[in-house]
């Protein structure tokens, strides 16, 4: 177990290198500069704040020391909210889309996992084909339009929820739907499939010739098999739906993180959106490594190695 957790903390630290290696490059390579959108900036004012910045160091030198002081959590400051650090940003912003993303992640589970174990029980009837075509709705429908239909039909015509902000509890109900639609539709079919398959082993039919009772084969046995699938989605699941999803926070005016990298992007702030990804990565590769630790847990069967 030691050895194994210590291979995917080197493969981890190695992954992050290699992403925060390939965004600062890109950024490099990206045309223009982030102050090409400064309204009436001199030649001499756009030299000034590159080499107040750092930006007027070679290549190189200017890598060097951004990923040194990013090992350290120091992402630099950010080039367009004058005064704060990319760091800042992400502690007062990340919160808020944990606490939506977290809601959503647990209506996910919640919802997602019984689900697919009741169509695969009811394999074949009207139960099975309703929540079938649900969950293809929910994967195949963008996110997009599932907060537009909700924000016309129950915040404009029935107008019963508030459609902006986090100012109540009211205020989480559509953000959250809109971001548990399709983890919830993939978490259901993922588990049907995988349900099915294991209610067709030997051991879950020698179960029930010995006399053990569908309840106990169905929810001892089979569901701790039929998981696995589910646990291996969590990860990226997790990291992506806590860290924010860009469209649900900016269509509902979210102040999240998803909100500030759309910002970002939209300004050029290189620092920030560098910021965002290497934090986005390295959370969602912790999520990973969880997992893999998590297997044992589930599955005493599975060694790590």
């Known amino acids: 177990m030691g050895k194994y957790i210590t291979k995917r903390i080197i493969l981890a630290i190695v992954t992050i ?8 490059c890109l950024m490099n390579l990206v045309p223009g500069g982030p102050f090409l959108s400064e309204k009436a900036i001199s030649p001499a004012a756009t030299k000034a704040l590159e080499a107040k910045y750092g930006l007027d160091k070679p290549f190189f030198e200017r890598y060097i020391t951004y990923l040194s002081d990013a090992a350290h959590g120091d992402f630099g400051d950010s080039l367009k909210q004058r005064g704060r650090t990319v760091m800042d940003i992400i502690s007062a912003k990340f919160p808020v889309s944990a606490r939506v993303g977290g809601i959503a992640v647990l209506v996910s589970l919640c919802l997602g996992v019984p689900l697919g174990v009741l169509t695969a029980y009811k394999r074949g009837t009207w139960v099975d084909s309703l929540f079938s075509v649900i969950a293809t709705c929910g994967i195949a429908v963008p996110s997009f339009v599932i907060c537009t239909l909700l924000m016309y039909a129950l915040g404009v015509k029935l107008k019963i929820l508030p459609t902006l902000g986090l100012t109540s509890w009211k205020n989480y109900i559509m953000p959250v739907f809109a971001l548990s639609a399709y983890p919830t539709s993939y978490i259901m079919r993922l588990m049907r499939s995988s349900m099915l398959d294991v209610l067709g082993q030997d051991y879950m039919r020698t179960a029930r010739a010995k006399g053990v009772s569908q309840k106990v084969a169905l929810f001892k046995h089979a569901l701790r098999n039929a998981i696995l699938p589910v646990i291996t989605y969590l990860g990226p699941m997790i990291a992506y739906t806590l860290t924010g999803s860009f469209v ?7 102040p999240g993180l998803g909100g500030e990298f759309i910002k970002a992007i939209n300004g050029r702030d290189y620092t920030m959106i560098m910021g965002t990804t290497i934090f986005l990565a390295t959370f969602m590769i912790i999520m990973n490594v969880v997992v893999d630790i998590v297997y044992t847990i589930v599955d005493p069967r599975i060694k790590l190695k």
């Open 248 to 254: 649900v926070e900016k269509i509902f005016t979210i």
């Open 17 to 24: 290198w290699a992403v925060a290696s390939i965004t600062f």
